[in-house]
T-cell receptor, first 114, second 113 residues
Framework: GAGVSQSPSNKVTEKGKDVELRCDPISGHTALYWYRQRLGQGLEFLIYFQGNSAPDKSGLPSDRFSAERTGESVSTLTIQRTQQEDSAVYLC????????????FGQGTRLTVV | AQSVTQPDIHITVSEGASLELRCNYSYGATPYLFWYVQSPGQGLQLLLKYFSGDTLVQGIKGFEAEFKRSQSSFNLRKPSVHWSDAAEYFCAVGASNTGKLIFGQGTTLQVKP
């Protein structure tokens, strides 16, 4: 596609449920990032995929969070047993090499845990 | 590990006035540095980037930034602010060995008429 696509755009879930967020990066982009942006806050790094290298998971806040990426394609971020503090906008970005090139962002998934 | 600090959470300037948004980074090697803007209801857009060469870089919308290694800074400037510049501005540092991109907490810019 022309840009980074994220789905769903909005998700309301009950506390304790699992959710899966999807990111379709720009075709050919080897690097993919996930960030969390709480209301009025900055971008909190979650996880980074670069080609075939092992992902950098250092930003995942707890073992309830996990992410996968199929080759250099789609990525899914899974949050298990959601908590109210998980409410945020989850942003995905991709770039050609992950180094000096620009990261292109999707519009995000707004997650609300009630 | 790299980190970014944006000391100013909120800045208000009058339309037509000059602007400087501060950014300090921490990284052991030469960093890749970026400024992004997030307008209300919009996604993040790259304003400019630095990874080598001239330490003064020009970006879109009349913005520029200067890399100062001695001060570990990459401040964003604009000589004359327009009302449409009101937005959230994020500084980011990319690790030159891995490509990992870390953002600061952001600075909210309000423009007074």
């Amino acid at each position: 596609g022309a840009g980074v696509s994220q789905s769903p755009s909005n998700k309301v879930t009950e506390k304790g449920k699992d959710v899966e967020l999807r990111c379709d990066p720009i075709s050919g982009h080897t690097a993919l990032y996930w960030y969390r942006q709480r209301l009025g806050q900055g971008l909190e790094f979650l996880i980074y995929f670069q080609g075939n290298s092992a992902p950098d998971k250092s930003g995942l806040p707890s073992d309830r969070f996990s992410a996968e990426r199929t080759g250099e394609s789609v990525s899914t971020l899974t949050i298990q047993r959601t908590q109210q503090e998980d409410s945020a906008v989850y942003l995905c970005a991709s770039s050609t090499t992950g180094y000096s090139t620009e990261a292109f962002f999707g519009q995000g998934t707004r997650l609300t845990v009630v | 590990a790299q980190s970014v600090t944006q000391p100013d959470i909120h800045i208000t300037v009058s339309e037509g006035a000059s602007l400087e948004l501060r950014c300090n980074y921490s990284y052991g090697a030469t960093p890749y540095l970026f400024w992004y803007v997030q307008s209300p209801g919009q996604g993040l857009q790259l304003l400019l980037k630095y990874f080598s060469g001239d330490t003064l870089v020009q970006g879109i919308k009349g913005f520029e930034a200067e890399f100062k290694r001695s001060q570990s800074s990459f401040n964003l400037r604009k000589p004359s602010v327009h009302w449409s510049d009101a937005a959230e501005y994020f500084c980011a540092v990319g690790a030159s060995n891995t490509g990992k991109l870390i953002f600061g907490q952001g600075t909210t810019l309000q423009v007074k008429p």
